[in-house]
């Protein structure tokens, strides 16, 4: 019973270094969803993905890139890491866009640029 | 693009007391409306959510109120205890289902 799992959990960047933050859920979700969390700013949408194969931007997409891998797997890629992206990310599924249901999270990375 | 607002920021409640947080939103376009709680160092996590075609629902200690006129939506924690101290979020879900916004977040400390 994993639901949404988060690789890595912690991790500190020196500014303009690349990483990448790994997604995966298994209850056959269809969509999946990238946040990102800052003080007194709630969840703020990174991108998401509504199905296998197609991925589209969010709220705040400057300077991320994503991979939606297969049906289970969704990744976010900084490729030039920079101090305002010092964040904690989260990673979501739904079963799909509609319908009585929220999101399930996983329980985050928290990144660190200096 | 302020969508959402949520009030109190922070909130202390004594142990058996009622917690209220509200929720207004500027959008017409949603069709979702439930509320997560998240602790310290895990994602949030889904409490109660409610249908715009519905003015209340409740589950145990938890009811939401929701009144589409007025475009607001809160939640009733009814004997509130210290195991209900974290932060909660609104986030109403936009139709078509992807573009869910949340609320700033209120942070929840019940004494005993």
């Known amino acids: 019973n994993a639901g949404v799992t988060q690789t890595p959990k912690f991790q500190v960047l020196k500014t303009g270094q690349s990483m990448t933050l790994q997604c995966a859920q298994d209850?056959?979700?269809?969509?999946m969803y990238w946040y990102r969390q800052d003080p007194g700013m709630g969840l703020r949408l990174i991108y998401y993905?509504?199905?296998?194969?197609?991925?589209d931007k969010g709220e705040v997409p400057n300077g991320y890139n994503v991979s939606r891998l297969n049906k289970r797997e969704f990744s976010l890629r900084l490729e030039s890491a920079a101090p305002s992206q010092t964040s904690v990310y989260f990673c979501?599924?739904?079963?799909?866009?509609?319908?009585?249901?929220?999101?399930?999270f996983g329980s985050g990375t928290r990144l660190t640029v200096v | 693009q302020q969508q959402v607002k949520q009030s109190p920021q922070s909130l202390i409640v004594q142990k058996g007391g009622i917690s209220i947080i509200n929720c207004a939103y500027e959008n017409t376009a949603f069709d979702y409306f439930p509320w997560y709680q998240q602790f310290p160092g895990k994602g949030p996590a889904l409490l109660i959510a409610i249908r715009p075609d519905v003015s209340e629902k409740k589950e145990g200690r938890f009811t939401i109120s929701f009144n589409k006129s007025a475009k607001q939506f809160s939640l009733h924690i009814m004997d509130s205890q210290p195991g209900d101290s974290a932060t909660y979020f609104c986030?109403?879900?936009?139709?078509?289902?992807?573009?869910?916004?949340f609320g700033a977040g209120t942070r929840l400390f019940v004494k005993a």
């Open positions: 209850m056959n979700h269809n969509s």
């Open positions: 993905s509504a199905s296998e194969g197609t991925t």
């Open positions: 986030a109403p879900r936009g139709t078509g289902g992807f573009k869910t916004i």
């Open positions: 979501a599924s739904s079963p799909g866009g509609g319908g009585n249901y929220g999101y399930t």
